[in-house]
């Protein structure tokens, strides 16, 4: 069993703590040299009132879709060059926002946005399915990350063999054409059968080989398990339901099905490094209290009925590190209100060691097929009602698009409203790590702070002291300036300043104070 919600609290409030975000400046100029004393550990902190405008902890990212170029790269064919630069681009913008992680579709339909000799690359790269793009992404995509502070979550479908349904099309040595058995036509698509184990295992099989040889933070499912519902449709899986189904009802094996493949991947993905962290975005509506008396008082799809999605069960199980719904309704919405599912999804996980994410609709802010997204502050307030929420630990937008576009400019006064500070990750004690030894060494040359790397640490915190020498940097995050992944910062202006390491977890190591100068 995972570590329980309580405990996790307790540790937040214990451990003196930072926030991700990645500052730009130019190299300082020389100035005049700081105090030959040796810098000494900052003396604890002393209790503050929590400043619920500045989090200490919450989980800030955004979708980066690659199937059928909606995000990444904008288009098949781009040089190397270009699919870097657009990258950066997203990157900078989110870290301009205070964003703190990155969800990268690396695997939309059984292919590969990285080097693979398990599936053919994507086509989505160079415009041709299983055609080498000349270069291994990933590496880049997760570094870059890094560099601005942020996790790096790989994000999976895990059945969607093709966008076509026809197999003597797929390149040489896509899985699907090796095993034709193990797919269904739905659709005009073509999908693996969730009810075959050997799926399972190749699933399984694909995101062990990414979790063993990229330095990813986070394995991800979206929403996409059995096919969304198509009229007159059928997903014909009776063959693998006469041979595995025991007896079962067919919705219930079905749902079997989805939950084994879920607690196999959880399995490995830890076994394989206790750090990685594994989670799914659900379909915002489990049920309908229509459907079940658990449910939500809602009246659209149900997941658990339509997809065979039983995030319940996951809950339950412990077979997730966090739950992500896709809550892409606004609030007064009639078959789905936004306040509703927000309540629900934190009873659902109230009491697990679970965490809870919310997925927002950037996408739909200014779509005139709704009143309430023609207004700019429509989304800003639903984060304002997360953060009411003592189970939600932050939010991740789709996608990265609207993250540039910034519909409405509704993403900037979010930002300013709520992102004022950067805000350290919510912590995962069951997945590990400790805290790194202080910075040593640290020392300022005017306003350039420097310090010795910390063995095992990512990145390191900057605090601000403010005038009246009250350190909150273990309550929230107002004094919180930046989080560096160099041994260096410079700062605005002169002051007192307190660095912290941080390990890839962000656990926080004690603080040492450093003075800097006027340049």
Same mark, same amino acid.
């Given at each position: 069993?995972?570590?329980?919600?309580?405990?996790?609290?307790?540790?937040?409030?214990?451990?003196?703590?930072?926030?991700?975000?990645?500052?730009?400046?130019?190299? +300082?100029?020389?100035?005049?040299?700081?105090?030959?004393?040796?810098?000494?550990?900052?003396?604890?902190?002393?209790?503050?009132?929590?400043?619920?405008?500045?989090? %200490?902890?919450?989980? #800030?990212?955004?979708?980066?879709? /690659?199937? /059928?170029?909606?995000?990444?790269?904008?288009?098949?064919?781009?040089?190397?060059?270009?699919?870097?630069?657009?990258? &950066?681009?997203?990157?900078?913008?989110?870290?301009?926002?205070?964003?703190?992680?990155?969800?990268?579709?690396?695997?939309?339909?059984?292919?590969?946005?990285?080097?693979?000799?398990?599936?053919?690359?994507? #086509?989505?790269? /160079?415009?041709?399915?299983?055609?080498?793009?000349?270069?291994?992404?990933?590496?880049?995509?997760?570094?870059? +990350?890094?560099?601005?502070?942020?996790?790096?979550?790989?994000?999976?479908?895990?059945?969607?063999?093709?966008?076509?349904?026809?197999? =003597?099309?797929?390149? +040489?040595?896509?899985? =699907? %054409?090796?095993?034709?058995?193990?797919?269904?036509?739905?659709?005009?698509?073509?999908?693996?059968?969730?009810?075959?184990?050997?799926?399972?295992?190749?699933?399984?099989?694909?995101?062990?080989?990414?979790?063993?040889?990229?330095?990813?933070?986070?394995?991800?499912?979206?929403?996409?398990?059995?096919?969304?519902?198509?009229?007159?449709?059928?997903?014909?899986?009776?063959?693998?339901?006469?041979?595995?189904?025991?007896?079962?009802?067919?919705?219930?094996?079905?749902?079997?099905? &989805?939950?084994?493949?879920?607690?196999?991947?959880?399995?490995? &993905?830890?076994?394989?490094?206790?750090?990685?962290?594994?989670?799914?975005?659900?379909?915002?509506?489990?049920?309908?209290?229509?459907?079940?008396?658990?449910?939500?008082?809602?009246?659209?799809?149900?997941?658990?009925?339509?997809?065979?999605?039983?995030?319940?069960?996951?809950?339950?199980?412990?077979?997730?590190?966090?739950?992500?719904?896709?809550?892409?309704?606004?609030?007064?919405?009639?078959?789905?209100?936004?306040?509703?599912?927000?309540?629900?999804?934190?009873?659902?996980?109230?009491?697990?060691?679970?965490?809870?994410?919310?997925?927002?609709?950037?996408?739909?802010?200014?779509?005139?097929?709704?009143?309430?997204?023609?207004?700019?502050? $429509?989304?800003?307030?639903?984060?304002?009602?997360?953060?009411?929420? %003592? $189970?939600?630990?932050?939010?991740?937008?789709?996608?990265?698009?609207?993250?540039?576009?910034?519909?409405?400019? +509704?993403?900037?006064?979010?930002?300013?409203?709520?992102?004022?500070?950067?805000?350290? !990750?919510?912590?995962?004690? $069951?997945?590990?790590?400790?805290?790194?030894?202080?910075?040593?060494?640290?020392?300022?040359?005017?306003?350039?702070?420097?310090?010795?790397?910390?063995?095992?640490?990512?990145?390191?915190?900057?605090?601000?002291?403010?005038?009246?020498?009250?350190?909150?940097?273990?309550?929230?995050?107002?004094?919180?300036?930046?989080?560096?992944?160099?041994?260096?910062?410079?700062?605005?202006?002169?002051?007192?300043?307190?660095?912290?390491? !941080?390990?890839?977890?962000?656990?926080?190591?004690?603080? &040492?104070?450093?003075?800097?100068?006027?340049?």
């Amino acid at each position: 069993m995972r570590t329980a919600r309580p405990l996790l609290a307790a540790t937040a409030l214990a451990i003196a703590t930072t926030s991700a975000a990645y500052v730009w400046g130019p190299d +300082a100029k020389p100035g005049k040299a700081a105090s030959a004393k040796k810098p000494a550990a900052a003396a604890p902190a002393a209790a503050c009132k929590p400043d619920a405008r500045y989090p %200490k902890r919450e989980l #800030r990212g955004v979708w980066i879709a /690659t199937t /059928t170029n909606l995000d990444w790269p904008s288009k098949a064919g781009l040089s190397k060059a270009k699919q870097q630069a657009e990258y &950066v681009k997203i990157l900078d913008s989110a870290a301009k926002r205070n964003l703190n992680a990155v969800f990268v579709q690396v695997r939309p339909a059984s292919d590969a946005l990285y080097k693979s000799s398990l599936e053919p690359w994507s #086509r989505y790269l /160079t415009g041709t399915a299983g055609k080498d793009p000349g270069w291994d992404p990933l590496p880049f995509l997760i570094d870059e +990350a890094h560099k601005r502070g942020m996790e790096f979550h790989a994000w999976f479908n895990p059945y969607r063999a093709s966008y076509s349904d026809d197999i =003597a099309k797929l390149p +040489a040595g896509h899985p =699907a %054409k090796k095993h034709p058995g193990w797919t269904v036509k739905y659709g005009g698509r073509l999908y693996y059968n969730p009810g075959l184990p050997a799926v399972r295992d190749h699933v399984t099989k694909v995101i062990t080989d990414v979790v063993g040889r990229y330095d990813v933070d986070g394995v991800h499912f979206d929403d996409y398990f059995y096919p969304y519902p198509e009229a007159g449709a059928t997903f014909d899986d009776a063959a693998a339901f006469k041979k595995y189904g025991k007896g079962q009802k067919l919705a219930d094996w079905r749902r079997s099905n &989805v939950n084994k493949l879920v607690e196999q991947v959880d399995q490995a &993905v830890h076994r394989t490094k206790n750090h990685v962290k594994f989670g799914i975005s659900p379909f915002g509506i489990w049920r309908n209290t229509s459907n079940d008396p658990r449910g939500s008082k809602t009246s659209g799809m149900s997941a658990y009925d339509s997809i065979y999605a039983d995030a319940r069960a996951w809950i339950k199980a412990g077979t997730v590190d966090y739950v992500l719904p896709q809550l892409y309704w606004p609030r007064g919405h009639k078959a789905a209100d936004y306040r509703t599912l927000v309540r629900w999804w934190s009873d659902a996980v109230k009491g697990s060691d679970v965490q809870l994410y919310i997925g927002q609709g950037l996408y739909r802010v200014g779509s005139k097929d709704d009143r309430a997204w023609t207004k700019p502050g $429509e989304l800003a307030a639903q984060i304002g009602l997360n953060r009411d929420s %003592k $189970e939600i630990d932050g939010a991740v937008y789709f996608s990265a698009k609207q993250l540039l576009t910034n519909p409405l400019g +509704a993403m900037d006064r979010l930002a300013k409203t709520y992102y004022g500070r950067p805000a350290l !990750l919510p912590l995962m004690e $069951e997945r590990g790590g400790k805290a790194p030894a202080m910075p040593a060494g640290a020392k300022a040359d005017g306003t350039r702070l420097s310090w010795k790397p910390s063995d095992g640490a990512r990145s390191y915190a900057i605090y601000q002291v403010p005038k009246s020498g009250k350190d909150c940097r273990t309550t929230d995050a107002r004094n919180l300036v930046a989080v560096v992944s160099d041994p260096s910062y410079t700062v605005k202006s002169p002051g007192t300043y307190l660095v912290t390491a !941080l390990d890839r977890l962000h656990n926080e190591s004690k603080a &040492v104070k450093v003075k800097a100068d006027a340049p």
